[in-house]
Nanobody, 123 residues
Framework: QVQLVESGGGLAQAGGSLRLSCAAS????????VGWFRQAPGKEREFVAA????????YYGDSAKGRFTISGDNAKNTVDLQMNTLKPEDTAVYYC????????????????WGQGTQVIVSS
C-alpha cells in the first residue's frame, strides 16, 4: 500500500502563487507515476499535472501549462506542484494520486489517493 498526504493549500489572490506538496509513504518504491488532479464543486475531477517517478518526465493539463510546475524528490518521496499566476478558476480541492505503471491523465487509472487540500483563489 502507498499512503499519500497533501499539504500547502490555502488562500491566494489572483496572480499569486502557492506550492502544494505530496508526501508518499508505505511502498513508495513501487510508485511509477504521481499525478495532481483537482475538483471544483459540481465539476468532474480534472487532470492538472503528472510526473514519471522513474525518469522525471512531466505532463501537464491545458489549464496548468505555462503556469504550474511539477517536480519530484525521490530521496524525500515528495512531489511538489508549484502554482504561479493563479486565477479564480483554479479554486478547487487538489488531490495527489499515484500508480505503479504508466503515467495516465485519467484519474480513474490511479490506485492511490491523498485526502486532498483546498485551494481558494480570490479575485
Amino acid at each position: 500500500q502507498v499512503q499519500l498526504v497533501e499539504s500547502g493549500g490555502g488562500l491566494a489572490q489572483a496572480g499569486g502563487s502557492l506550492r502544494l506538496s505530496c508526501a508518499a509513504s508505505g511502498r513508495a518504491f513501487s510508485i511509477y507515476a504521481v499525478g495532481w488532479f483537482r475538483q471544483a464543486p459540481g465539476k468532474e475531477r480534472e487532470f492538472v499535472a503528472a510526473i514519471n517517478w522513474r525518469n522525471s518526465g512531466t505532463y501537464y493539463g491545458d489549464s496548468a501549462k505555462g503556469r504550474f510546475t511539477i517536480s519530484g524528490d525521490n530521496a524525500k518521496n515528495t512531489v511538489d506542484l508549484q502554482m504561479n499566476t493563479l486565477k479564480p478558476e483554479d479554486t478547487a480541492v487538489y488531490y495527489c494520486a499515484a500508480r505503479s505503471w504508466l503515467v495516465p491523465m485519467d484519474y480513474l487509472e490511479y490506485n492511490y489517493w491523498g485526502q486532498g487540500t483546498q485551494v481558494i483563489v480570490s479575485s
